[in-house]
């Protein structure tokens, strides 16, 4: 008996079978979807082709193959709490792919698909059946045709039809949809031949001795707002297996996690946490492939960009790390564990997606700090929350408190559905919804702001332009600053294509030449003039909105501006310089950064302008002094070293056999430019740069900082701005040094320390006055008696909040028994302090009477019951709060 294929195997004899079918093989798209600011991830392999489909792209190809990477944790395709629980459900999983463009229709889908099953995978051919569209749900007839090339390979008693639910899929309310066929297995010897009998039969039912294996949609239909359909001119197919379920079924195991893809992860996680890996836990081993998937997720995710935060897509990244960290310390993993498993992944995956390979330091990198960020506060918030549910105790209500989860989730990092899970362990229900409202209140965002992203969708006009002009439109801005000669393409106004346009109008335009460099890469577009036969249009920037279509916008300040015309284009030299030195600054530090800190490094996003540059990279830490200084002398080594820059165009495996960086998410062609910097730094980019280093200049760190979990920013600025900075900088330091009478810039930092001891000394000084002050009264005039116990409460013309605290302590010790009350204003504000001595705890509980007193001054506070303080906008009502003193204090001891 033959050994049955692996899943490593099985993705790559899915490619070559189409492959050998003329497919193009096209690369998976990133989990992070390029213009469709609808998605939250990518979710299925047509994504990718999703304009390609509607007629908005087109590529140099009619048929493709993928393996597409995908992920579904959030919004309508949330599963979140199955993952691990199920044998099929998973965070991420990967999608086999085979597509027509009005090239090959049903025959050849369902043929081939059926041949690479049955003779490609092996899998028995008398263990599937399958499924068509019936004709009820749509305005679309039964699938006859579908019907008809089954019952050629199959018996007509496992062909079912089903209604729309099943199958028939559609893009959107309106547009591209058709009926599809459904491949199932049968977990059996022999599939039964249900399909002629009366009532519920087959893998519609929910009948779980069928799993369904791929789905062949047949885009054939229009669907227009009435709901009828049209049929489409151009047919076309697209298709989606799951590999996990099919290595599954070809592997000969009942559940996903025991396939070659998984196996192995849920391996890693057992040895760590002392199991062994050959054991069966029955309901045990959920924990471990809750790991095992999030692995997957975790580091593929990383790999495209997603770092985990507070929102978005980094906050679904959060969630499913700490959910799979969580499981973790449940079977024993007190110590960080979840980089090694993810480690596995890069081991295991690397071959297919190499993209995990070269990011394999970030990814343990950033694993490893958020685990330690969250074990920190793992403990106290588990503790928070056992509080939470031992008072609520036996027999209370059975929901949650919202609120709480808010507070989990605001104070200890706690996700939300995290919470709900262990709410669910104790028999506790959990309203998410409400919760999730409870933290946009404190945070102040709106409910709906779920920040998928910053995406635009792109215009149709721009595809239309892309269609008409992108072949006769070239950029060659890295030789001249200025055509002479460029013929004018296209002009769009409002989104319209015109042949003409007047003075006054904003418009865009397309040109068959142009030194305008387009924004990309971080790098600001270009600005300038186009010029010729009475015509003036300023050009204010340019755009790269699809493919490498340069769209100039612009207002046409004189003449008419004609479709066809000839005229010169030049862009602004001097700013494009400085955005050059800017450009190439970025990669010396780049290459800087990743040598002082370590390969984890990685750009995680810049801004190139002419007048400074910004720098995001992948670091937990901020730079100490030492190491800020160190990448400051890197960059400046590298460009006194005057090297030539070179520019090169190759492959994109030549380059990186060369040793050269790309950006995190970035999806590069075929072939792609590397450009050599100094002695060292080697990086994928299409923008401009000097020709030699030492035309950067100066370069000078401005700041340095976080801006998000795992992210730092530096601005730096170079050439005549850093001297500009120098200068500003040494003005500011001459003028200190005037100032405190210091001889030199040297003796600057003496005097300082001087300076600030001498103020320390003078504040103690003050305090002490005050404190002298306050108490220096306190006489019996000015004690009174509520109940047996002795009050003093009065306004005090003390600042400083220690200054006091020492006060109250001072009038409680004289007092010997009894209860102060002081109010004091400070910049505008009130401060309410109430003392008591601790033969009264028990009758007087200082936080709560502060708590009664300052409402007065439009506040609230607390505390423990012999020290209390509240504070409030309202300075006003101090003297009404200080009046109310014995009132309250009579009411709280019960006189």
Not at 463 to 487: I, K, P, T
Request: aromatic share 6%; net charge negative.
């Amino acid at each position: 008996m033959s050994t049955p294929l692996r899943a490593h195997a099985i993705r790559s004899r899915f490619l070559d079978f189409f492959k050998d079918r003329g497919h193009a093989l096209v690369p998976s798209s990133s989990l992070v979807p390029q213009n469709d600011p609808t998605l939250l991830f990518t979710n299925a392999g047509m994504v990718q082709f999703k304009d390609v489909f509607v007629g908005r792209d087109h590529r140099p190809y009619s048929r493709a193959v993928s393996v597409q990477r995908c992920l579904r944790a959030g919004g309508k395709h949330n599963d979140l709490d199955n993952v691990g629980f199920t044998p099929r459900h998973h965070t991420f999983f990967e999608m086999l792919g085979n597509f027509s463009f009005g090239d090959y229709f049903k025959r050849d889908a369902i043929r081939w698909g059926w041949e690479l099953l049955t003779e490609g995978f092996g899998i028995a051919a008398d263990r599937l059946v399958v499924s068509v569209f019936s004709g009820e749900g749509e305005a679309a007839p039964f699938d006859q045709e579908a019907y008809e090339l089954w019952a050629e390979l199959i018996p007509r008693d496992r062909i079912y039809a089903f209604p729309a639910k099943e199958n028939f899929w559609q893009m959107g309310d309106t547009g591209p949809c058709g009926p599809c066929s459904e491949i199932h297995i049968f977990h059996g010897d022999r599939a039964p031949g249900d399909a002629g009998r009366e009532g519920k039969f087959g893998p519609a039912y929910e009948d779980k001795r069928y799993t369904e294996l791929w789905n062949l949609v047949f885009m054939q239909y229009e669907k227009l707002a009435d709901g009828s359909m049209i049929a489409l001119p151009r047919p076309s197919i697209d298709t989606g297996a799951g590999l996990e379920r099919v290595a599954a079924v070809v592997e000969g195991v009942s559940s996903n996690y025991g396939t070659s893809l998984l196996r192995p992860l849920v391996g890693v996680a057992k040895r760590l946490a002392g199991v062994d890996e050959a054991s069966e836990l029955g309901a045990g081993e959920s924990p471990f492939q809750v790991i095992a998937d999030h692995a997957r997720a975790t580091a593929f995710l990383i790999t495209d960009g997603v770092f985990p935060d507070r929102a978005g897509r980094s906050y679904v990244l959060r969630r499913i790390m700490r959910r799979a960290i969580r499981y973790g310390t449940s079977v024993g993993l007190d110590r960080p564990f979840f980089h090694e498993v993810c480690a596995k992944v890069v081991e295991d995956f690397g071959e297919a997606y190499p993209e995990l390979r070269e990011r394999s330091a970030t990814i343990e990198e950033v694993v490893r700090t958020e685990e330690e960020s969250f074990r920190r506060t793992l403990g106290r918030g588990l503790r928070r929350l056992e509080v939470a549910l031992s008072e609520l105790g036996a027999g209370a209500a059975k929901e949650f408190p919202p609120a709480i989860a808010a507070d989990l989730y605001d104070t200890y990092g706690f996700p939300i559905d995290l919470t709900g899970v262990i709410c669910r362990e104790h028999g506790l229900a959990l309203d998410e919804a409400a919760v999730e409202v409870d933290v946009h209140r404190r945070q102040g965002a709106g409910e709906g702001d779920v920040q998928l992203g910053h995406e635009r969708r792109v215009g149709d006009h721009y595809f239309a332009m892309q269609r008409a002009f992108a072949a006769e439109s070239r950029f060659v801005g890295y030789e001249v600053d200025a055509v002479a000669d460029a013929r004018v393409l296209g002009i769009a106004v409002g989104g319209e294509l015109v042949q003409e346009a007047g003075p006054g109008v904003e418009l865009e335009i397309v040109v068959d030449r142009t030194p305008f460099y387009a924004e990309s890469g971080g790098q600001v577009g270009d600005v300038g003039a186009l010029r010729g036969a009475g015509v003036l249009l300023e050009i204010v920037d340019v755009q790269r909105p699809t493919g490498d279509l340069h769209v100039h916008r612009g207002i046409l300040r004189e003449g008419s501006l004609r479709v066809g015309a000839h005229y010169e284009l030049a862009i602004d030299a001097q700013r494009r310089d400085a955005i050059r030195r800017n450009h190439s600054a970025t990669h010396l530090l780049h290459h800087a950064l990743r040598k002082v800190l370590g390969g984890h490094v990685v750009q995680k996003g810049s801004l190139v302008a002419p007048d400074r540059l910004r720098f995001d990279f992948s670091h937990a830490r901020a730079l100490t002094e030492a190491q800020r200084q160190e990448v400051e002398r890197l960059v400046n080594a590298a460009a006194l070293t005057n090297r030539d820059t070179q520019s090169r165009e190759m492959s994109l495996p030549a380059a990186k056999q060369a040793g050269a960086i790309g950006l995190f998410g970035e999806k590069y062609g075929e072939q792609v430019r590397v450009v050599t910097i100094g002695e060292e730094s080697v990086e994928l980019c299409g923008g401009t740069h000097v020709r030699r280093a030492g035309d950067i200049g100066l370069f000078v760190i401005l700041s340095e900082g976080g801006i998000a979990q795992g992210v730092r920013r530096i601005e730096a600025v170079t050439g005549m701005g850093a001297l500009d900075h120098v200068q500003r900088t040494q003005l500011v330091v001459q003028e200190a040094a005037e100032q405190l009478h210091a001889a030199s810039a040297s003796e600057l930092n003496e005097r300082l320390r001087r300076l600030f001891g001498e103020l320390r000394a003078r504040d103690r000084e003050i305090s002490e006055l005050q404190r002298k002050l306050t108490t220096g009264g306190g006489g019996t005039d000015e004690v009174v008696e509520v109940g047996g116990i002795r009050l003093l409460a009065k306004v005090v013309d003390v600042a400083d909040p220690k200054a006091l605290r020492d006060a109250a302590d001072a009038l409680r010790d004289r007092l010997g028994s009894g209860v102060v009350v002081l109010g004091a204003e400070r910049d505008g504000k009130a401060t309410l302090l109430v003392a008591a001595t601790k033969d009264l705890l028990g009758r007087v509980h200082a936080g709560q009477l502060v708590g009664v007193l300052a409402v007065h001054v439009g506040g609230r506070g607390g505390g423990r019951p012999e020290l209390a303080q509240a504070g409030g906008p309202n300075p006003s009502g101090l003297k009404i709060a200080i009046a109310s003193a014995a009132a309250a204090l009579t009411e709280q001891v019960g006189v």
